[in-house]
């Protein structure tokens, strides 16, 4: 296969107009007390062709072109891949989601922030199986989130925007007619409304290294955060915006000194390949540990630096918070860890409408040892939270996952997604294992005098997202 350079693999290419249309919408204020899309008098969208760049290596899209003030919206709406520009059996090495100028350069952050480009995946018979609620079936696939610029423990800033499939590794997209693969995302300009700024032209480009060889076959999981209380539920604790039901997983995380843990099973076996990644909210990251066992075998309710349990998170007693962290960073079921340390970088000046003082999320060091696991295997994701800025938000929406891209024992090229059982959990790895295998395939816990026969049936079932 043709070696390509991470940061330039759609550099040359010849960008063409599709039959594809997309909307594109631009909203040029937004607040905490207003919506952008529904409450904005600016509010303005318009239709344009999607492009695209082709090749035996690369299938690239851009939409725009969009054009941003200070602290404007942007966003281009769903538009499908899947079957006929992403087809079956396509290797994928390698994807980028980020916004660029008119040659192709990348625009960072700042001054532009990736609020979400996802390219997500869904069935027909998954939503009707019932096996997932509907806002799961919109499984990222890949994504790109704020805090995915990298600040490495040597200072550099890197871009973390580009995901690779490790070594000789590569995804195959599977073959499914009802199947369908989409992208769509939002771009926010972080500049400072008040201060006078050049406008920005930019595309969102979302684009794919695609192997002509063969490779590897890799498959891939997202550890996620439990479902809780505030999900489909409005949010005026947060956002006054939020008036409607908003089913975006959040969990609560107050402007304390706190963590929360949640733990399921490996639906599969397999053993992980180089290149984990995590997404948080930063301003209140603490620090995140990926812990091959459950809250029972950690001793997580019995730990001196906890005290008490709430819904979402546990308090921490004085120092507990550094004390809780070196505990499991010592702990021989450690898999991987992130370095809170390099959570967020400050602005030093006002160059272009950037204000001194600011925070701009990154995605510090997460580093991952060797792991081998068997299917039904624990998993344990602790997260800690401290007041990093906005002390004045009381409550924090929070989402917490790790991805990562694995071996398979069986050879397959399958993506999974394993949703944690309920927040702060105690109870033993027995007692977690008939449940969370139960709660992960959205069986009705009610049939629990039933738990056996399905366990059986469900366990040798891999789960399409």
């Known amino acids: 296969m043709k070696t390509v350079e991470p940061f330039d693999f759609t550099s040359s290419c010849a960008w063409q107009p599709t039959h594809l249309d997309t909307e594109l919408c631009t909203s040029s204020f937004f607040s905490f007390t207003s919506n952008p899309w529904t409450d904005n008098e600016a509010y303005k969208c318009n ?19 969009f054009t941003s003030k200070p602290q404007s919206w942007h966003k281009f709406s769903e538009t499908p891949l899947y079957p006929t ?5 396509m290797r994928i090495r390698g994807y980028v989601g980020h916004a660029v100028d008119s040659s192709g350069k990348e625009i960072g952050f700042p001054p532009l922030h990736m609020h979400h480009i996802h390219v997500h995946k869904q069935t027909k018979r998954e939503v009707a199986s019932g096996f997932m609620f509907d806002k799961h079936a919109d499984f990222h696939l890949y994504q790109t989130h704020g805090d995915y610029l990298s600040k490495r423990h040597d200072g550099r800033a890197i871009s973390d925007y580009f995901k690779f499939v490790p070594g000789v590794f590569c995804f195959v997209i599977e073959s499914d007619p009802e199947l369908a693969i989409k992208t769509y995302g939002t ?63 959040f969990y609560d995380v107050l402007n304390v000194t706190s963590v929360s843990w949640f733990t399921s099973l490996m639906p599969t ?27 029972f075998e950690l001793q997580l309710c019995e730990s001196s630096n906890i005290m008490v349990r709430r819904a979402e998170y546990a308090s921490l007693r004085e120092g507990g918070l550094d004390a809780e962290r070196s505990r499991l960073l010592n702990h021989t079921a450690l898999i991987c860890n992130s370095d809170p340390k390099y959570s967020f970088v400050t602005a030093m000046g ?18 991952c040892k060797e792991w081998s ?82 366990i059986t049936s469900v366990k040798s079932q891999a789960l399409f997202f």
Not at 85 to 89: A, Q, V, Y
Not at 269 to 288: C, E, F, M, T, Y
Not at 411 to 426: E, H, I, M, R
């Open 373 to 454: 696991f068997k299917q039904g295997d624990p998993w344990t994701i602790v997260a800690f939270h401290v007041v990093n800025w906005q002390p004045q938000l009381e409550h924090a929406p929070m989402h917490t996952f790790i991805a990562f891209y694995f071996e398979a024992k069986d050879g397959s090229s399958l993506d999974w997604v394993a949703f944690g059982d309920s927040f702060n959990s105690c109870v033993s790895a027995k007692h977690v294992d008939v449940y969370a295998v139960a709660h992960y395939f959205r069986i009705n816990i009610l049939l629990a005098c039933c738990a056996a026969l399905f």
């Open 187 to 249: 771009v926010n300009d972080m500049r400072a409304k008040h201060l006078a700024a050049l406008d920005i032209a930019f595309y969102v480009e979302v684009s794919f290294l695609i192997s002509d060889v063969a490779c590897k076959p890799a498959s891939y999981i997202w550890l996620h955060n439990p479902d809780n209380s505030l999900d489909n539920q409005p949010l005026p604790i947060y956002f006054p915006m939020h008036r409607e039901p908003t089913p975006q997983n």
């Open 47 to 65: 239709m344009s062709k999607v492009l695209i760049c082709k090749s035996n290596n690369v299938l690239g899209f851009k939409f725009g072109p």
């Open 85 to 89: 520009l992403l087809h079956p059996g």
């Open 269 to 295: 076996a397999g053993n992980l390949l180089p290149g984990a990644w995590s997404h948080v909210h930063r301003l209140r990251d603490g620090g995140l540990f990926l812990l091959a066992s459950s809250p």
């Open 350 to 367: 006002t160059d272009d409408g950037i204000l001194n003082g600011s925070h701009w999320d990154r995605n510090g060091d997460f580093r």
